[in-house]
Antibody, heavy 118, light 106 residues
Framework: EVRLVESGGALVKAGGSLRLSCVTSGFPFTDAWMNWVRQAPGKGLEWVGRIKGKIDGGTIDYAAPVRGRFTVSRDDSKKTFFLHMKSLKVEDTAVYYC?????????WGQGTLVTVSS | SSELTQPPSVSVSPGQTARITCIGDALPRQYCYWYQQKPRQAPVMVISKDTERPSGIPERFSGSTSGTIVTLTISGVRAEDEADYYCQSANSTSWVFGGGTKLTVL
């Protein structure tokens, strides 16, 4: 069974930093493409960033609102995907989901809440 | 990816057919994916690559495409289908989501 479990969400002040983790199981992680998507309270889905699998060069892309402040990374030995966030803004408040596009069903994790206060 | 436009809401009675559209200039060149999100739950993909239904998704869910318009069709709508639905496409460097459509089953 494919599982993705996010953690690391917290209440943080504007300007602060946070690292989210996504622990995975049930699929071959090393070559998997991994994404972060967020959802602000009462709002729609917004793509944050992605890292390709090792076989595709591990290329990383970001959405414009987070480029330069957020960094995605992965630890293939631990089958874990990360989102490092710095210079957080109030508008970064959201539930952050990880998902993989490697499997046919594109499963999502349950999400982790990041709240940025002013 | 360019913008994707969805109607904010669609309402149907049980047993009827619901159609949710997603309009985008890039859709003739990019696949569209549909996600269902129920309250306080993570999204679930219901249609992949415009028309493919993943295993485990009921047959009443189908997708179609015509030029810049992709349509999610739910035939014989059930109360349990009430949810928010999002379309999504991608180019080589980014994803874009539609604004979401709230499906209400009357």
């Amino acid at each position: 069974e494919v599982r993705l479990v996010e953690s690391g969400g917290a209440l943080v002040k504007a300007g602060g930093s946070l690292r989210l983790s996504c622990v995975t199981s049930g699929f071959p992680f090393t070559d998997a493409w991994m994404n972060w998507v967020r959802q602000a309270p009462g709002k729609g889905l917004e793509w944050v960033g992605r890292i390709k699998g090792k076989i595709d060069g591990g290329t990383i892309d970001y959405a414009a609102p987070v480029r330069g402040r957020f960094t995605v990374s992965r630890d293939d030995s631990k089958k874990t995907f990360f989102l490092h966030m710095k210079s957080l803004k109030v508008e970064d408040t959201a539930v952050y989901y990880c998902l993989t596009t490697t499997t046919v069903t594109r499963p999502w994790g349950q999400g982790t809440l990041v709240t940025v206060s002013s | 990816s360019s913008e994707l436009t969805q109607p904010p809401s669609v309402s149907v009675s049980p047993g009827q057919t619901a159609r949710i559209t997603c309009i985008g200039d890039a859709l003739p060149r990019q696949y569209c994916y549909w996600y269902q999100q129920k309250p306080r739950q993570a999204p679930v993909m219901v249609i992949s690559k415009d028309t493919e239904r993943p295993s485990g998704i009921p047959e009443r869910f189908s997708g179609s495409t015509s030029g810049t318009i992709v349509t999610l069709t739910i035939s014989g709508v059930r109360a349990e289908d009430e949810a928010d639905y999002y379309c999504q496409s991608a180019n080589s460097t980014s994803w874009v989501f539609g604004g979401g459509t709230k499906l209400t089953v009357l």
